[in-house]
């Protein structure tokens, strides 16, 4: 079974991304979205350490939560893609099933 | 008899994600029309209100990032921002808005609302006020 995990807190603030990528399996996706979108930005060397252990797993970030934060895609942390809505709905579908990380 | 008192807006949290920023910012402006001596913080998640750049035409919210500019005019003119916090998520300050105040004393010179200052310090500046109020 694949799965999509979503990520919508604050790396800063909440364990969230941290519970999430130890539990996501290998061929597994992360997305972030809303607050957790902090995660994908480049220079946090705590979180960005983490984002880069996650060796397996596709990882992707909301670029409408992205924007609207200040953060423009040459601060995102390498092998982190951007997506819109509808790549969200097209990850949601082509997963097994989605897990919120809240 | 009026007394002015120290009341300062503890920021903590993201943008957007919640409510909080927006209310803070709600509530300073009310606030501002006491005049009282005022000053806002921005700590931990709380930095990132103030990041430029902010975009929010495809999340279909309103970009309250601006009126953060106007916070000078109603005589809000310190704003604090912990250089710790900005480290910790990879930011400076050439990162955040460049925000102004107009210094009526000074033949409306312009002047940085934003001070950056330590942990330390502002652990002192907050051991100052009459009142602190967390958003």
Redesign the interface.
């Known amino acids: 079974m694949s799965e999509l995990h979503t990520v919508?807190?604050?790396p800063?603030?909440k364990s969230s991304l941290e519970s999430c990528l130890g539990h996501a399996q290998e061929g597994s996706a992360v997305l972030l979205l809303?607050?957790g979108v902090?995660g994908a930005?480049?220079?946090?060397?705590?979180v960005?350490a983490k984002m880069k252990a996650a060796t397996g797993i596709k990882l992707y970030v909301l670029?409408?939560?992205f924007?609207?934060?200040?953060?423009?895609a040459d601060r995102l942390i390498d092998g982190v893609e951007m997506v819109?809505?509808a790549g969200f709905v097209d990850l949601a579908a082509e997963h097994d099933k989605v897990v919120a990380w809240v | 008899m009026s007394e002015i008192k120290k009341f300062m807006y503890l920021n903590r949290?993201?943008?957007?994600?919640?409510i909080y920023a927006w209310e803070s910012l709600e509530v300073v402006l009310i606030g501002a029309a006491f005049e009282q001596d005022v000053s806002l913080a921005f700590v931990?998640?709380g930095v990132?209100q103030i990041?430029?750049?902010?975009?929010?035409?495809?999340?279909g919210?309103k970009?309250f990032?601006p009126t953060y500019s106007a916070l000078g005019d109603y005589e809000v003119t310190k704003l604090y921002v912990e250089k710790e916090s900005l480290e910790?998520?990879?930011?400076t300050i050439d990162?955040l808005m460049d925000l102004k105040w107009e210094d009526e004393d000074e033949d409306w010179a312009e002047k940085d609302s934003i001070i950056l200052v330590s942990r330390e310090e502002l652990s002192q500046a907050m051991s100052e006020q009459d009142v602190v109020f967390s958003f």
Request: proline share 4%; glycine share 12%.
């Open positions: 919508n807190k604050s800063f603030e809303e607050d902090y930005a480049k220079g946090a060397a705590a960005e670029g409408p939560d924007k609207a934060r200040g953060l423009s819109d809505y | 949290r993201a943008p957007y994600g919640t931990d998640d990132y990041m430029k750049g902010q975009d929010t035409a495809e999340v919210m970009n990032s910790e998520r990879g930011l990162d």
